[in-house]
């Protein structure tokens, strides 16, 4: 029996379909569909029930499914045990924002491949907080308040984020100076929720939203342009914020601190080596 077969039995059991897991695996469909048909003939037992769409786990595929995983995951264990000097290989997904990931985060990852040829990265970038587990993922870097989530997490270090507006929006419109004004402004959202700290009071904002993308760097523009005020990480917009192309707003209600961090799902055994390099990779850039 071999393992990829095991392993993309696992991805196609856990993404719902070839197509879905051989984008995971970054392999064709039909490499995908003949490990499959391998394992199958070797077990003499059908483990998907497949149409043209999805792929559904058979009863016994169910029970296979469990045991495969666990079986790749102590064979990539073991072999990172007896290599941990040694460089890193397989295969490593990861889940990055796209709002200050592709632009910060991504010199990073690229750096962890190029010292490490042998391990193939495959990283999404997204605004919205993904499923580490359904979706297949090793690990996933995210920034907000450290109750955002329960996966298991390690901080990289601080993000500052702050409220903006440009000086054309502020001439017109005025600038907020408590939670109660914000309500009468015009609100550029993205997929977090308006918080600010009042002392040690935290108070959720609920402004009058005009304009809304899942992704925070769209509104960058938006928000030079004058239509309203945003919040935004600082990396987003500090360069608009030195040239004067944008101004802070609510400063004597700060956002409340938020940091980087890395989250992995929920295994019982240690954090894959190559998650481990690259956490530290980030720290040494971010911490």
């Not at 995908?32 to 037992?45: C, D, F, H, P, T």
């Not at 993308?213 to 990396?235: F, K, N, R, S, T």
Request: glycine share 8%.
């Amino acid at each position: 029996m071999d393992i990829e077969e095991l392993r993309t039995f696992v991805e196609v059991a856990d993404a719902g379909g070839i197509t879905s897991a051989a984008r995971r695996l970054g392999v064709s469909k039909s490499i995908v569909s003949r490990r499959l048909a391998r394992l199958e003939k070797n077990l003499g037992i059908q483990l998907l029930a497949r149409n043209t769409r999805d792929a559904a786990l058979t009863e016994a595929g169910a029970t296979f499914r469990d045991h495969a995983a666990k079986i790749c995951a102590e064979i990539d264990f073991a072999v990172e045990i007896i290599q941990p000097g040694g460089g890193l290989r397989g295969r490593l997904r990861v889940a990055a924002p796209l709002t200050f990931g592709s632009s910060h985060f991504a010199p990073v990852i690229t750096a962890l491949a190029q010292q490490h040829p042998e391990l193939h990265v495959h990283t999404h970038y997204s605004d919205h907080m993904v499923d580490l587990v359904a979706e297949g993922f090793d690990c996933g870097i995210w920034f907000g308040r450290v109750d955002q989530s329960s996966l298991p997490k390690r901080r990289i270090g601080p993000m500052i984020a702050m409220y903006v507006a440009s000086p054309a929006y502020i001439e017109k419109h005025g600038s907020p100076e408590t939670p109660e004004e914000m309500t009468t402004h015009q609100a550029l959202m993205g997929n977090w929720a308006w918080p600010v700290m009042d002392g040690d009071q935290l108070i959720e904002m609920k402004p009058n939203t005009r304009f809304q993308a899942d992704a925070g760097i769209a509104l960058v523009p938006a928000v030079l342009a004058g239509m309203g005020i945003a919040g935004l990480p600082v990396p987003a917009v500090e360069e608009h914020l030195a040239s004067g192309a944008l101004v802070p707003v609510m400063l004597r209600y700060p956002v409340p601190d938020f940091a980087i961090y890395v989250s992995t799902p929920p295994s019982q055994h240690p954090v894959p080596r190559r998650v481990q390099v690259l956490t530290d990779m980030l720290i040494d850039r971010f911490g």
